[in-house]
Structure formats: structure tokens, C-alpha cells
């Protein structure tokens, strides 16, 4: 039986906690707040409550993986997962919207030549169908399996089938980037293309620059499905925390842990603010790349993966609004508003240029009665991708309300008081710097969008969550879970747990 200190009680420490549990050893999970979860927080007032972090839930088979393994009740004993219907309805800078089912891919073809114009949903679906290759070929190395040794290969191998264009007396051309997708194999409708890129930017990337492999973003949307959580996404955190708790899982809150303890070349445990020593046989570290350096002295331990980081992604801006009036019959849970000039925005995020009028906004009307005071009420998130650091005012709220009037036209005489959790608070809670978010791991673009391995330089010390591979979001980070345990279980030979 191991002593392991775990750092932070983000969701991929935490299911690497319970994980370590089950299988004998004695995790203590060190946390700097007062409370687990990290990014993913409930704000409640007067009768509301919003969550503070991601609001709905992909891929939930990796949670029931770990409800499975680690006790009797199943994950859907425990927390109320519904596929929301539609998955997500697209409000174009046209005015047209769309309504694209939850899951059925012949559904969303279908919306999209209604809308768009026939031939649309064709060239959707044969794109998807691209998808799925790249999906089929990068799901284990990127989603199941620790980081290969060699993962050059997946830095330098496009797994997306890209379609070749030929032009006349030009040279073939072929999408390497998502925004190339939406130009040479979506046909170019401004519709598609606002589609397609949109997966890229609510993951904080450019789509301009995102690899043709970010395909499989809106591949895994569109067919596992996207979920909601009943009393909102802090329930499925809760029920992780209560499990750990089940099997003994130790939690120390405030603890903030300022080093990470080396002895005879290895992790050898953690020393806290008020400079006690917790002595451990492994350390497993679910933190940001500065603050796990920082614990090192600035000495980075994350090996040679280039690798996401903290200064090239976005951070989020959410605005959590109280309405007065009872939430309509047919409201979408998830609208998302698209921005009216593509090219400002691209460049306010990603170029240093000036906040567009009206950026890209999703807005989120759960109709979750747990989260208002009553049925004359309704809860609303709205979501914005925003550049790393961005500072959030009054303006900034202003442009925010005027894109989220396109989901709800009488927002403004419905507003009781709105609260906005800014970059900066992003960055209290996880301690990422600027309060970017991390994403997925994805193949190509050199490597720069992959997550260093779980297992460092260090003996006895492993990453864990959004920050280590297979990278963030909820699933990915719970998955760096079941990584790590079966890396600390199994040993170095681990090669997965699917
Ligand atoms: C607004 C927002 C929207 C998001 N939307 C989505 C989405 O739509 N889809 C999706 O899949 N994902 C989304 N995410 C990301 C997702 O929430 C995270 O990737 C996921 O929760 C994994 O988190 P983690 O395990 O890396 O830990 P984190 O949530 O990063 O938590 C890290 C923890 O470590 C603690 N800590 C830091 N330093 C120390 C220290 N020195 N000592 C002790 N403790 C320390 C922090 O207090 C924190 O609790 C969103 C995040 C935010 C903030």
C-alpha cells in the first residue's frame, strides 16, 4: 500500500484518487481551495445557481467507467444524465438558425439542407465520415492509452483524410487546417463555415491554425451525444467527490501545497504553506505547467512534448444571468449565437486586435427547476471564448448581452441582476495562468497541441487533468485518471484501460 499525495482536487485528480483507492493505496488529496471540483463551480444566489465551468457534458462513458470500477452504484444511479434534444441550435450572423438533433447524424444533414440548401447535409455528412477516420485512428493513442514513446508520429501524422482539390492550372490543394475544411470541403457557405469553426473556438483554439485533426471535435459531439446533468454539472463533481470519499480517499482543503518534496532522485512528497512536510511514495499532480514548475523550482519535468500552453490558448468569460418570467416552451438548452464578422474575431483572440461588436456567444437555459428560486424564474449562462488575461468591463458585458438578445429576444426587460466570472477568476480557481482553458489533445500541427505523458521526468511523480495528456475537458481529464492510476498500479509497462 503506497502513500500517494495528489495535488488539487480538479476532476482528473480526483478520479485518479478514487481510482488509486480501489486498487489499495492510500491517496490525500491537497487542495489550496476550500472546496473540490476546480474549474467546475456552482454559483448560487437567491434561489439560482449557474455553473461556473463547462455546462454540459460529452463523452459520459468515461465517467460510468469510473463509477463501475471504483464501487456498486452505477453513474446514473448517482447523477441524472439527460441527452438534451436539440443537441445545440445555431443562430448564423444571417439571422437563419438551425436546429441540429442530439446524435442522429441523418437529423443533422437533414437540418442542414432545410436550412442551408440542399447538398449541405451531403457534404456535412461526408466530412463526418473523414472524421470518423481521423477519430478510428487517433482514439487510442489520444484518448485510451498513455502518451506513446514515440509520439513524434502523432505530431507529424495528419490522421484526417483531407480531400484533394484540383484547381485549374494551380496547384492541388488540400485542407490542413479546420478553417481550410470549411473552405475547400464544406464548399465555402458562410454558414458551414461559421459551423465548423466554431468547434475549434469553444475549445479556445484558431481554427485557422487548428489541425485538419480537430475534426474529430465535432465528430465526437455529433455522435456520442451531448449531456446534461441534472442540478447542473457540479452534481457529477460532487458525486466524483463522494465516491472518493467511499474509498477513503483522504482531502486536506486549504492546503496549499508550495513544493514538491525530492528525495534520492525521486518525488518523495509535498511541503504546504505553513511548511509542513507530507512524506508520500508517489506524487500525482493535477496543476497548471507554471504552477507544477514552480513547485519544482522552475525546473520543468514535463519532458520534450511542444505541447499546449498556457500563453498560445484562451481563456472564458461567463456571464450568469436571473431572469424574471418562466423559461418558454420549445427553448433550446444550448443556442449558440455566432458572431457577426468572423475576421475581427479571429483576430481579437488570437491577433491582439480590438473586441468585435458582437463575438461568438453560447448560451446555455437549462430549465433544470433545481437551479431557480420557481417556475417564474430561469437560470441562464452565456459563454464567451475570450482571449487569455482579457480584463472584463462594462463594455465588454454590454457587446456580451447584445449577442445573447439574438437567443432571447426580451432579455433586457427579464434581467434581475447578472454576475460574470472573468478570466482572472478562472485563474484563482485552477491557477492556470490568464485562466486559459486547456484543450483536448489533438494529433498533427507539429505537436503543439498534444499534452506531455502522465508519467515525467521525475521518478515518483505524474501529471494528471487538463494539463497532461490525453488533455482538458471533462472526459479527456478523466481519463488522464484512469492513465495515471493504471501508470502507478501497473507500472511503466501500462498500456491502458480499455
Ligand atoms: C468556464 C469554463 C468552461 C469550460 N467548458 C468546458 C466544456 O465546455 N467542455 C469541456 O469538456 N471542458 C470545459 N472546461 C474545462 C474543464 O472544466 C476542465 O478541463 C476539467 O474540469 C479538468 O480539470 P482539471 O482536472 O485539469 O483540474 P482544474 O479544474 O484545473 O483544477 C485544478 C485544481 O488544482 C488546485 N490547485 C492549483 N494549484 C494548487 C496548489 N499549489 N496546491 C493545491 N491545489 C492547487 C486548484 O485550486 C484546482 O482546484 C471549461 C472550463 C471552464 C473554466
Same mark, same amino acid.
Given at each position: 500500500?503506497?502513500?500517494? =499525495?495528489?495535488?488539487?482536487?480538479? %476532476?482528473?485528480?480526483?478520479?485518479?484518487?478514487?481510482?488509486?483507492?480501489?486498487?489499495?493505496?492510500?491517496?490525500?488529496?491537497?487542495?489550496?481551495?476550500?472546496?473540490?471540483?476546480?474549474?467546475?463551480?456552482?454559483?448560487?444566489?437567491?434561489?439560482?445557481?449557474?455553473?461556473? !465551468?463547462?455546462?454540459?457534458?460529452?463523452?459520459? &462513458?468515461?465517467?460510468?467507467?469510473?463509477?463501475?470500477?471504483?464501487?456498486?452504484?452505477?453513474?446514473?444511479?448517482?447523477?441524472?444524465?439527460?441527452?438534451?434534444?436539440?443537441?445545440?441550435?445555431?443562430?448564423? &450572423?444571417?439571422?437563419?438558425? &438551425?436546429?441540429?438533433?442530439?446524435?442522429?447524424?441523418?437529423?443533422?444533414?437533414?437540418?442542414?439542407?432545410?436550412?442551408?440548401?440542399?447538398?449541405?447535409?451531403?457534404?456535412?455528412?461526408?466530412?463526418?465520415?473523414?472524421?470518423?477516420?481521423?477519430?478510428?485512428?487517433?482514439?487510442?493513442?489520444?484518448?485510451?492509452?498513455?502518451?506513446?514513446?514515440?509520439?513524434?508520429?502523432?505530431?507529424?501524422?495528419?490522421?484526417?483524410?483531407?480531400?484533394?482539390?484540383?484547381?485549374?492550372?494551380?496547384?492541388?490543394?488540400?485542407?490542413?487546417?479546420?478553417?481550410?475544411?470549411?473552405?475547400?470541403?464544406?464548399?465555402?457557405?458562410?454558414?458551414?463555415?461559421?459551423?465548423?469553426?466554431?468547434?475549434?473556438?469553444?475549445?479556445?483554439?484558431?481554427?485557422?491554425?487548428?489541425?485538419?485533426?480537430?475534426?474529430?471535435?465535432?465528430? %465526437?459531439?455529433?455522435?456520442?451525444?451531448?449531456?446534461?446533468?441534472?442540478?447542473?454539472?457540479?452534481?457529477?463533481?460532487?458525486?466524483?467527490?463522494?465516491?472518493?470519499?467511499?474509498?477513503?480517499?483522504?482531502?486536506?482543503?486549504?492546503?496549499?501545497?508550495?513544493?514538491?518534496?525530492?528525495?534520492?532522485?525521486?518525488?518523495?512528497?509535498?511541503?504546504?504553506?505553513?511548511?509542513?512536510?507530507?512524506?508520500?511514495?508517489?506524487?500525482?499532480?493535477?496543476?497548471?505547467?507554471?504552477?507544477?514548475?514552480?513547485?519544482?523550482?522552475?525546473?520543468?519535468?514535463?519532458?520534450?512534448?511542444?505541447?499546449?500552453?498556457?500563453?498560445?490558448?484562451?481563456?472564458?468569460?461567463?456571464?450568469?444571468?436571473?431572469?424574471?418570467?418562466?423559461?418558454?416552451?420549445?427553448? &433550446?438548452?444550448?443556442?449558440?449565437?455566432?458572431?457577426?464578422?468572423?475576421?475581427?474575431?479571429?483576430?481579437?483572440?488570437?491577433?491582439?486586435?480590438?473586441?468585435?461588436?458582437?463575438?461568438?456567444?453560447?448560451?446555455?437555459?437549462?430549465?433544470?427547476?433545481?437551479?431557480?428560486?420557481? =417556475?417564474?424564474?430561469?437560470?441562464?449562462?452565456?459563454?464567451?471564448?475570450?482571449?487569455?488575461?482579457?480584463?472584463?468591463?462594462?463594455?465588454?458585458?454590454?457587446?456580451?448581452?447584445? =449577442?445573447?438578445?439574438?437567443?432571447?429576444?426580451?432579455?433586457?426587460?427579464?434581467?434581475?441582476?447578472?454576475?460574470?466570472?472573468?478570466?482572472?477568476?478562472?485563474?484563482?480557481?485552477?491557477?492556470?495562468?490568464?485562466?486559459?482553458?486547456?484543450?483536448?489533445?489533438?494529433?498533427?500541427?507539429?505537436?503543439?497541441?498534444?499534452?506531455?505523458?502522465?508519467?515525467?521526468?521525475?521518478?515518483?511523480?505524474?501529471?494528471?487533468? !487538463?494539463?497532461?495528456?490525453?488533455?482538458?475537458?471533462?472526459?479527456?481529464?478523466? %481519463?488522464?485518471?484512469?492513465?495515471?492510476?493504471?501508470?502507478?498500479?501497473?507500472?511503466?509497462?501500462?498500456?491502458?484501460?480499455?
Amino acid at each position: 500500500m503506497a502513500r500517494i =499525495a495528489v495535488i488539487g482536487a480538479g %476532476m482528473g485528480a480526483m478520479a485518479a484518487a478514487a481510482r488509486l483507492a480501489v486498487a489499495g493505496h492510500r491517496p490525500v488529496v491537497f487542495e489550496r481551495a476550500s472546496t473540490y471540483g476546480g474549474a467546475v463551480g456552482l454559483l448560487e444566489r437567491e434561489g439560482f445557481a449557474f455553473d461556473t !465551468g463547462p455546462g454540459l457534458l460529452p463523452l459520459p &462513458a468515461v465517467y460510468r467507467d469510473l463509477f463501475v470500477k471504483t464501487g456498486k452504484e452505477p453513474l446514473e444511479d448517482l447523477v441524472g444524465l439527460t441527452q438534451i434534444e436539440p443537441a445545440v441550435r445555431h443562430v448564423f &450572423a444571417d439571422g437563419t438558425t &438551425a436546429d441540429l438533433p442530439n446524435a442522429r447524424r441523418a437529423g443533422v444533414a437533414e437540418a442542414l439542407d432545410a436550412v442551408v440548401g440542399s447538398g449541405a447535409g451531403a457534404r456535412w455528412s461526408a466530412f463526418m465520415d473523414r472524421a470518423r477516420e481521423a477519430w478510428d485512428r487517433s482514439r487510442r493513442p489520444l484518448l485510451e492509452e498513455p502518451l506513446w514513446p514515440n509520439w513524434r508520429v502523432l505530431a507529424d501524422r495528419e490522421p484526417y483524410p483531407a480531400l484533394t482539390r484540383k484547381r485549374l492550372l494551380r496547384k492541388d490543394r488540400t485542407a490542413t487546417t479546420l478553417a481550410g475544411i470549411g473552405g475547400l470541403e464544406l464548399g465555402g457557405d458562410a454558414r458551414l463555415v461559421a459551423l465548423v469553426e466554431q468547434y475549434a473556438l469553444a475549445y479556445g483554439l484558431d481554427p485557422r491554425t487548428a489541425p485538419a485533426s480537430a475534426a474529430v471535435l465535432p465528430y %465526437m459531439e455529433q455522435t456520442f451525444g451531448t449531456w446534461a446533468v441534472s442540478g447542473g454539472l457540479r452534481a457529477l463533481a460532487d458525486a466524483v467527490y463522494a465516491r472518493c470519499l467511499q474509498r477513503r480517499v483522504e482531502f486536506r482543503f486549504d492546503a496549499d501545497v508550495t513544493r514538491i518534496v525530492e528525495k534520492d532522485g525521486r518525488a518523495a512528497g509535498v511541503e504546504l504553506g505553513d511548511g509542513a512536510v507530507e512524506e508520500a511514495d508517489f506524487v500525482v499532480a493535477g496543476v497548471a505547467p507554471s504552477v507544477l514548475d514552480g513547485l519544482l523550482a522552475g525546473r520543468s519535468v514535463r519532458g520534450e512534448v511542444p505541447a499546449q500552453s498556457e500563453s498560445a490558448l484562451s481563456s472564458r468569460l461567463t456571464v450568469h444571468l436571473a431572469l424574471r418570467g418562466a423559461r418558454p416552451e420549445g427553448t &433550446a438548452h444550448r443556442t449558440v449565437v455566432h458572431g457577426a464578422d468572423r475576421d475581427a474575431e479571429l483576430a481579437w483572440l488570437f491577433d491582439g486586435g480590438p473586441r468585435p461588436d458582437r463575438p461568438t456567444v453560447a448560451v446555455l437555459r437549462t430549465g433544470d427547476p433545481s437551479q431557480v428560486p420557481d =417556475a417564474g424564474h430561469e437560470a441562464v449562462t452565456v459563454i464567451v471564448t475570450v482571449p487569455a488575461h482579457a480584463r472584463v468591463g462594462g463594455a465588454d458585458v454590454e457587446a456580451v448581452l447584445a =449577442a445573447t438578445q439574438r437567443a432571447v429576444p426580451d432579455l433586457r426587460e427579464r434581467i434581475l441582476w447578472h454576475e460574470i466570472r472573468a478570466p482572472q477568476d478562472i485563474a484563482e480557481t485552477t491557477g492556470a495562468a490568464g485562466g486559459v482553458v486547456p484543450a483536448p489533445a489533438l494529433a498533427a500541427a507539429r505537436g503543439r497541441l498534444l499534452h506531455p505523458a502522465n508519467a515525467t521526468a521525475l521518478p515518483g511523480l505524474f501529471a494528471v487533468g !487538463g494539463w497532461s495528456h490525453p488533455g482538458g475537458g471533462l472526459p479527456h481529464a478523466g %481519463m488522464s485518471g484512469a492513465l495515471v492510476a493504471g501508470l502507478i498500479v501497473e507500472g511503466p509497462q501500462f498500456r491502458g484501460s480499455q
